[in-house]
């Protein structure tokens, strides 16, 4: 099952604006990742952000995270065509049974017009 | 290339016959893991090793579905008397857990396996 929901579904822009992407999840984690995919393809890791972290960054990504209200936004400065691809969010748990054990959610698939 | 491979990356078969994917991880990794994902939707988890032990299977892994990873190396992921909805992309990823149960926690995903059951 699918652990969290991402909005929006679908997101088209121009080069050179910002995407941003949000996801919700249900349960307590330990950290959330972002990949990336291609059509077609594999998905590529992005960025990960812990629990106790509120923003990070890499290069032109800012991830935010809020535990309280359960949810975490990518966003994406200055888009390039090349960054057209589908944007997942996975939740890892809290220690347990399932450490490590990845949860995506449904994607965002970004469209960047040159 | 040192990063996680699939084969074979495309599979077109009829319904009732078997399958079998493999997975290379990348060398130094003992975790692997299973997704299968389906047009529009995230990787959904099937299957996942520590070394050469399963350490959980998910619901979605029904009695036709199989995973080994003999010696801790290369996986292999069997799907019997297929049907329809078995049509996917299979996905496989690798981590590493260090000993003292830090790990890097992002997954290295192969390039998939396509399958499409007629």
């Known amino acids: 099952s699918q652990q969290g929901e991402e909005d929006p579904q679908a997101l088209s822009i121009q080069e050179g604006e910002n995407a941003t992407m949000n996801c919700s999840y249900k349960?307590?984690?330990?950290?959330l990742q972002w990949y990336r995919q291609n059509s077609g393809r594999g998905l590529v890791h992005l960025i990960l952000?812990?629990?106790?972290?509120r923003e990070k960054h890499s290069g032109r990504l800012r991830v935010t995270l809020d535990t309280s209200k359960k949810s975490s936004s990518l966003l994406i400065t200055a888009s390039r065509a090349a960054d057209t691809a589908s944007y997942f969010c996975a939740t890892d748990p809290i220690r347990g049974t399932s450490y490590g054990k990845l949860t995506f959610g449904q994607g965002t698939i970004l469209t960047v017009h040159p | 290339d040192t990063g996680v491979s699939q084969d074979p990356r495309h599979k077109i078969t009829k319904r009732g016959q078997n399958v079998t994917f493999r997975c290379d991880p990348i060398?130094?990794?003992?975790?692997l893991y299973w997704y299968r994902q389906t047009l529009g939707q995230g990787p959904e988890f099937l299957t996942y090793?520590?070394?050469?032990?399963?350490?959980?299977k998910s619901r979605l892994l029904s009695d036709r579905f199989s995973a080994e990873r003999p010696k801790g190396s290369f996986s292999t992921l069997e799907i019997q008397r297929t049907e329809q909805g078995d049509s996917a992309m299979y996905l496989c990823a690798s981590s590493l857990r260090s000993e003292q149960g830090a790990r890097t926690g992002e997954l290295f995903f192969g390039e998939g396996s396509r399958l499409t059951v007629l």
């Open positions: 349960t307590s984690i330990n950290n």
């Open positions: 060398s130094e990794h003992n975790r």
């Open positions: 952000i812990r629990s106790n972290e």
């Open positions: 090793f520590q070394n050469e032990a399963q350490l959980e």
